[in-house]
C-alpha cells in the first residue's frame, strides 16, 4: 500500500524530526565564531629581577666565608646576606604562589561559566526541539506549501519545519541560542588560556620553592660553621681571661654579636615555617620548602674530655701528652733564637660546664647540646675547645700575650711552628694548635 504524505508524517516523526534539529543545530554552530582569547598580564619586575640577582650573588660570595677564620665583621656580613636572599627568595615564592592560587582561582571561575552556559545551551535546544516538534504536528495551512515547491511531501514536511522555527517565539531561541554558543566558545578559548598559564606558574612555584631551598641549604651551611666558630671563639675568650681580661672581653662582645645575629636568623626561618605550616593547613597545598633544621638532634653525645693521666707541663705550659714533644722542641729551638716562649694550653672543662649550668639551662642536652647563640650569654660548648683537649696554646712573647703579627715572635712562629706541627689560626695571632684551629 502506498502511504500519504500524511500517513508517512506520523508514521515515523521522531527520525525526521532529528535530523531537522540536527541539521539546524549544525548550521547555527557553524555560524557562530569564537570570541577574542583572555589575556592574562605578565607583572612586570625589572627592579625586583635585579634585586633578587644581587642578594643571591652576594650570598654566594657570604657562603664562601670560612666562618672559623674570618673577623666578625666579616661573619656577621655574610649572615646578613644570607638571611637577605633567603628573604628575598622566600618573597618571590609567596608572590609565585599568590599569582598561581589567582590563576587556579580564575579557571574555576571560567569552569563554573562554561558549565553554566553549556546547560544553558541544552536548555535552548530542548526549547527549538519542542517548538520543531508543535511545528511539525501542528502545521500551518496547506496553502504555504506551494511557495517552497517541494518535490516531495516529506521534504515540504522538513521546509515547512525549519520555516515556522524562523518565527519570532523560535527566532529569539535561535538568538538566544546563537549568543550561548558565541559564549561558550570564547569561555573555552579562555579557560585553555588561563590553564595554560596556570600550568606556567605551577612550573614557576616548584623553580621558586628549589631556589628557596637552595638559599636556606647556603645558610643553614653556613650557620652551622658560625656556631662551629662560636665554640671556638668564645672558649678563646674563656682560656684567655686570665692572660688578657681586656681582649677576652672584646672577642666575648664580638662573638655575643655574631650569637645575636645568629639567633635572629634562626628565628625569622621558624616564624616564616610555622607561617607555611599554618597556610598549608587553612588554604590549598602548594610546593614549599622546609626549613633545615640548623640545631643538633637525636641523642645528646658528650665530646671527650681529657683527664690528668693525658696531660703534662712542658717549659710551664701544661698540654696533652701527644704534642709534648713537639712542644718541647719548638721552645728549645725558640729559646735558642733568644725569644722566651710561654703561655697557656689546657683548661679544665669543668669551669666550661659550670658556665653552661648558669648560662644555658641543666639539662644534658643545654649542658652539651644546645648550640652556644641558644645561652644568655652565649656560651661555648664543652669539652669542643682545642684548649679543653690540651692541643692548642695561647703563646705569649717575653711575657706578654702575642696580639700582632709584626711581634718578633708570631713572625718566628710562623716561619718555624709548622715544622714542629703547630698552626695559627689566622684571626687570632697567639693561638696555635696541632690543626689551625
Given at each position: 500500500m502506498v502511504m500519504s504524505p500524511r500517513t508517512r508524517r506520523t508514521a515515523s516523526p521522531v527520525s525526521r524530526l532529528t535530523?531537522?534539529?540536527?541539521?539546524?543545530?549544525?548550521?547555527?554552530?557553524?555560524s557562530v565564531t569564537g570570541g577574542p582569547t583572555a589575556a592574562q598580564a605578565q607583572?612586570?619586575?625589572?627592579?625586583?629581577s635585579e634585586r633578587e640577582k644581587v642578594r643571591s650573588e652576594q650570598a654566594a660570595v657570604a657562603s664562601q666565608v670560612d666562618a672559623l677564620q674570618a673577623?666578625?665583621?666579616?661573619?656577621?656580613?655574610a649572615l646578613s646576606a644570607l638571611q637577605a636572599d633567603v628573604s628575598t627568595q622566600r618573597a618571590a615564592l609567596s608572590d609565585a604562589q599568590s599569582a598561581l592560587a589567582s590563576a587556579e582561582a580564575e579557571l574555576e571561575r571560567l569552569d563554573g561559566e562554561i558549565a553554566a552556559t553549556e546547560a544553558e545551551l541544552e536548555g535552548l535546544r530542548e526549547d527549538l526541539r519542542e517548538q520543531a516538534v508543535a511545528a511539525y504536528i501542528e502545521p500551518p495551512a496547506e496553502g504555504g506549501f506551494g511557495a517552497l515547491d517541494a518535490e516531495s511531501a516529506e521534504e515540504s514536511v522538513n521546509k515547512r519545519v525549519f520555516l515556522d522555527?524562523?518565527?519570532?517565539?523560535?527566532?529569539?531561541?535561535?538568538?538566544?541560542?546563537?549568543g550561548a554558543q558565541a559564549r561558550l566558545n570564547a569561555q573555552r578559548e579562555d579557560a585553555a588560556a588561563v590553564r595554560a598559564e596556570a600550568e606556567a606558574k605551577r612550573g614557576a612555584v616548584a623553580d621558586r620553592a628549589a631556589q628557596v631551598e637552595s638559599a636556606y641549604s647556603r645558610q643553614s651551611s653556613f650557620a652551622a660553621q658560625v656556631e662551629s666558630r662560636l665554640n671556638d671563639r668564645l672558649a678563646e675568650s674563656a682560656a684567655l681571661e686570665s692572660q688578657d681580661a681586656t681582649l677576652s672581653r672584646k672577642i666575648a662582645d664580638e662573638e655575643a654579636a655574631v650569637a645575636a645575629q645568629l639567633a635572629a636568623a634562626r628565628q625569622r626561618d621558624a616564624q616564616a615555617a610555622a607561617a607555611r605550616q599554618t597556610q598549608t593547613a587553612t588554604g590549598p597545598s602548594r610546593p614549599s620548602p622546609s626549613t633545615p633544621t640548623t640545631r643538633p638532634t637525636g641523642p645528646v653525645v658528650k665530646p671527650p674530655i681529657v683527664g690528668a693521666g693525658q696531660l703534662v707541663t712542658v717549659g710551664g705550659i701544661?698540654?696533652?701528652?701527644?704534642?709534648?714533644?713537639?712542644?718541647?722542641?719548638?721552645?728549645?729551638a725558640a729559646s735558642a733564637s733568644g725569644l722566651n716562649l710561654g703561655g697557656t694550653g689546657?683548661?679544665?672543662?669543668?669551669?666550661?660546664?659550670?658556665?653552661?649550668?648558669?648560662?644555658?639551662?641543666?639539662s644534658e642536652y643545654a649542658i652539651w647540646t644546645m648550640s652556644p647563640d641558644a645561652c644568655s650569654p652565649p656560651t661555648a660548648i664543652p669539652g669542643r675547645s682545642k684548649h679543653e683537649q690540651g692541643l692548642a696554646i695561647d703563646f705569649s712573647c717575653n711575657g706578654a700575650l702575642i696580639n700582632s703579627r709584626s711581634s718578633p715572635c708570631f713572625q718566628w712562629l710562623a716561619a718555624n711552628a709548622s715544622g714542629f706541627g703547630f698552626f695559627n689560626l689566622p684571626s687570632e695571632p697567639w693561638h696555635w694548635s696541632n690543626t689551625g684551629q
Open positions: 535530523v531537522v534539529v540536527a541539521l539546524l543545530l549544525a548550521t547555527l554552530a557553524g607583572a612586570g619586575g625589572d627592579a625586583r673577623d666578625a665583621t666579616e661573619v656577621n656580613q522555527l524562523q518565527g519570532a517565539s523560535s527566532a529569539d531561541v535561535l538568538d538566544q541560542l546563537r701544661t698540654v696533652n701528652v701527644a704534642i709534648s714533644s713537639q712542644l718541647q722542641g719548638m721552645l728549645g689546657y683548661r679544665d672543662s669543668n669551669a666550661q660546664i659550670a658556665l653552661r649550668k648558669q648560662n644555658c639551662g641543666t
